[in-house]
């Protein structure tokens, strides 16, 4: 790459050359003046895709769904001013699930700072603790030799962005004007110019598994050894859940795996004897619980989505060993006996090696994968005989419909929750998402978005009408990308999860205030972003509208009704049913 003489163009080609030799494939760019030079340089670097995407809060989102499904770190370019700020949201995400991002905020430089010059805000550590690190660099200027700071600066944020912790970076840039050389520009941007150098980076960074020492090992083999009634719990973290290694861990304990939907073991493994996946129905039962109190809990990934199961770990127990990342704390109830920052599989297995297999099924495991079966297959017979359009029923017709090589991507407050309870598990590949860091409804369309566009296969996304009314700028990006994604929108006109909330009982003002019906025509919103449209009236014509959409590489919604009241009352109806399922289990307590 040629040397600029502009000092931003040449600052920003040094930065740009090394992001590309760092790993970074994809860049999400908002547009604006102040990062022009950012932007040209990108244009000039070979390797790195921009995405333009108008909102940088939508943009943020996108990118949070490109690098959770990549696991590559991948780049934000924002002009300076309030643009910066409408990436904090994405960037919250990013730190709570570990995703890594790298934020390149430009801004003013020093001397324009804090004396109302147009379109400049404090940028410095803008997203405070959210971020792995951050860094307010020198603004490029003639005659001051940086080129090593900014490769070194670009290295370093790439490297903490993708650990030992992944999440995102903020390279805070300051640039004077003239922005750059216009008449530079233009000759860099001839085909005929070489844009790329296949130069090595400038800084390498080495990562290496932390695995844990042998007397760790040793001591938890130990403590194991006599424990029979112990559980393993795993919650949202399907790309780093070394699911054959918890697996083979559960069978030489004999103790159940209470896997959470995003947890990765649910689908898409032969092993599937271990796996209960109907807890959050069984741990509503006060017998079940009171006969089920473990000695001894070993809990992967993230908080799981069940508030049941995260009230039944709330208890302290003799030992409580959560496996997480360096520099991570995952234990809201603060019940830990030990945290154990260690790569899962190096655990596992270390175990696994020094522990003998216990003969045959204790009645403890029996008693656990029998209630687990036995709640699942009352729900399942409960959801058949349900002809009417159910909002717990959306998930056993939407996977019946989907391709070997389909995602599923899902909303936060009831969406979540449904799946939870109402979709069992099985051998067949499913790859599930969710934006599971903040728990918040913020970014999900985008984020789906930006998930289906590094896929081959089509991304069905389940969401609540709220949530994407919420994200529905959004559409923008369906509109100028074409993105193979299905958009499965329950449509109950209004917040549905209020429902279940003691608020339910304050009529009348429960409706204004937290049912918040909207009345708006989704129809409409479709055609605003190009993509289709359906309204399924019954499963039937959600099935071939499903079908349909799968079929076409192109931005789908489908409207599905529900009804907040008659959804709550079946609810009640499915799981108190589910419920008395176990009471014929109690020989094996």
């Known amino acids: 790459m040629s040397i600029a003489s502009n000092p931003n163009v040449r600052a920003c080609c040094a930065i ?32 790195i895709r921009p995405w333009v995407i108008l909102d940088e809060r939508c943009a943020a989102f996108f990118a949070l769904g490109m690098s959770r499904e990549t696991q590559r770190p991948v780049a934000l370019v924002c002009t300076s001013g309030t643009a910066a700020a409408n990436y904090a949201p994405a960037v919250a995400e990013a730190s709570l699930e570990r995703v890594p991002l790298v934020a390149i905020t430009a801004d003013r430089p020093p001397e324009l700072r804090d004396c109302h010059a147009p379109q400049t805000i404090d940028q410095v550590r803008l ?12 603004s490029p200027s003639a005659g001051c030799d940086l080129d090593a700071f900014y490769r070194a600066m670009a290295c370093r944020a790439v490297a903490a962005a993708m650990g030992p912790l992944p999440g995102p970076v903020q390279i805070n840039l300051p640039m004077r004007e003239p922005l750059i050389d216009v008449d530079e520009e233009l000759s860099a941007l001839s085909p005929s110019r070489s844009i790329h150098d296949d130069r090595e980076p400038h800084v390498r960074v080495h990562r290496g598994r932390t695995a844990p020492d042998r007397e760790t090992l040793e001591r938890f083999a130990g403590a194991l050894r006599g424990i029979e009634r112990g559980i393993i719990v795993c919650g949202p973290d399907p790309h780093n859940a070394p699911s054959h290694a918890i697996t083979g861990l559960g069978r030489r304990l004999g103790w159940p795996i209470l896997a959470d939907p995003l947890s990765g073991l649910r689908w898409g493994h032969s092993e599937q004897e271990l796996i209960v996946d109907a807890y959050d129905v069984m741990l509503r039962d006060h017998a079940f619980v009171q006969a089920h109190r473990p000695e001894a809990v070993l809990r992967f990934g993230l908080p799981p989505v069940s508030k049941v199961l995260t009230e039944f770990l709330g208890s302290r127990h003799a030992l409580h060993v959560v496996l997480t990342s360096a520099g991570d704390w995952p234990d809201p109830s603060h019940n830990a006996t030990d945290i154990v920052c260690a790569d899962s599989a190096e655990f596992c297995l270390g175990l696994i090696a020094r522990l003998a297999e216990r003969p045959g099924r204790s ?37 019946r419909c989907l391709p070997e090589d389909a995602m599923l991507q899902v909303g936060n407050s009831m969406p979540v929750r449904d799946l939870d309870t109402f979709l069992g598990s099985a051998s067949r590949s499913l790859p599930v998402y969710c934006n599971r860091g903040a728990n918040g409804i913020d970014g999900v369309v985008s984020a789906a978005m930006g998930a289906a566009a590094k896929r081959s296969g089509p991304t069905v996304l389940v969401v609540g009408d709220l949530s994407f009314l919420h994200d529905i700028g959004a559409l923008q990006i369906a509109a100028r990308h074409r993105i193979h994604i299905v958009i499965v929108v329950i449509n109950n006109n209004g917040g549905g999860i209020f429902s279940f909330l003691p608020q339910a009982a304050l009529e009348p003002v429960f409706e204004r205030f937290f049912g918040t019906p909207h009345g708006l025509s989704l129809q409409n919103a479709a055609a605003m972003g190009g993509g289709s449209f359906a309204r399924a009236a019954s499963w039937d014509e959600y099935g071939a509208a499903l079908r349909r959409a799968l079929a076409d590489p192109a931005t789908h919604v489908i409207e599905v009704p529900g009804d907040r009241q008659r959804n709550l009352a079946r609810h009640r109806e499915i799981i108190g049913t589910a419920l008395r399922a176990l009471h014929p289990l109690e020989g094996l307590r």
């Open 127 to 138: 997203y405070g603790s959210h971020v792995r690190w951050a860094v307010d660099a020198p």
């Open 16 to 47: 740009a050359q090394e992001l590309q030799l760092a790993g970074v494939t994809d860049v999400c760019i908002s547009p604006g003046s102040r990062s022009t030079p950012l932007v040209m340089a990108l244009e000039r670097t070979g390797g």
């Open 363 to 399: 009645i403890w495991l029996q008693s656990w994968i029998g209630a687990s079966r036995a709640v699942r297959e009352a729900i399942d017979a409960e959801l058949a005989r349900d002809s009417g359009m159910f909002e717990g029923k959306v998930f056993q017709e939407t996977v």
